[in-house]
Structure formats: C-alpha cells, structure tokens
C-alpha cells in the first residue's frame, strides 16, 4: 500500500530539511493507514480488543533529503510475521522527483494489557489470518 504524506513547515530544521525525528511519526501514521487498509481499523480491531503493540525496534537509512512541501509516497510492506511479532518495512520516495528519501523499518509484538505476549494465531485467527494474506 503506498502512503502519501505532505511535509509541514514545522517539521523542517534551520537548513529547511526534514527534521530525522519525523520519519518516526511517519512511519506510524504509514503503518495505521496500512492497518485500516488490509481491513484492521487499528482504534476498533487492535485497541478496541484490548491489544496492545508495543515496538521493538526501528531502524532508518537516510538516502536523500525532504524538505518543506514535498509529497512523500510510502510504500509499507509486512516484511515479517510470526503471530506474535511483526516488522513492517516503509520505502520513502519523493512524489515529484522519484528520489529514494529513506527506508525504514519497525518490529513490533501483540500483548494483552499486562504486557504478556499473545499468538494471534490462536487467539485472534481473524487478525492473524488477514496479516498473512497480506504478506
């Protein structure tokens, strides 16, 4: 599924490039789009079942530079997925110019509310299943 994201003005530092802390919050909003997309509407079928999805890891390579008003296209991919965790993998493009901006990707587990891992597989069949067919 691709994303597209607008840079704003605010998220730019003294040299008018794209601060690094955004691609951060890009990726989350890239990755509840993608959620909603494959039929997970993140508020109803995630939290709304009391689960919780906690990260594990987030890993950015910078390629090139975005700066204010560019159209970002995402691309987010499920790059794995066990049942329990899940890494999601974002390849970032400039809109206009094609550029490769940055490839990121983030692992995260499902948990109940205390924090103690749950296998979708056996648990939430329903999620576990549509996760897979969209692999």
């Keep these: 599924m691709k994303f597209d994201r607008k840079v704003n003005y605010y998220e730019t530092d003294k040299m008018g490039i ?18 909603n997309y494959i039929g997970i509407p993140y508020k109803e079928s995630i939290e709304g ?3 919780l999805s906690p990260v594990l890891s ?17 691309d987010v991919k499920i790059k794995q997925w066990n049942g329990v965790r899940i ?16 490839t990121m990707e983030s692992s995260h ?15 939430y069949k329903d999620l576990y299943d549509i996760f ?4």
């Design 18 to 35: 794209v601060h690094h802390s955004n691609y951060i919050r890009y990726a989350e909003e890239a990755r509840i789009e993608f959620f």
């Design 49 to 51: 079942r009391n689960i």
């Design 58 to 74: 987030f890993k950015c390579n910078y390629k090139h530079t975005a700066t204010f008003d560019d159209i970002l296209e995402i």
């Design 87 to 102: 890494t999601i993998e974002y390849i970032v493009k400039n809109k206009k110019t094609g550029d490769l901006v940055t």
């Design 109 to 123: 587990c499902f948990t109940d509310m205390n924090l103690k891992p749950l296998n979708l597989k056996k648990e």
């Design 132 to 135: 897979i067919e969209n692999m």
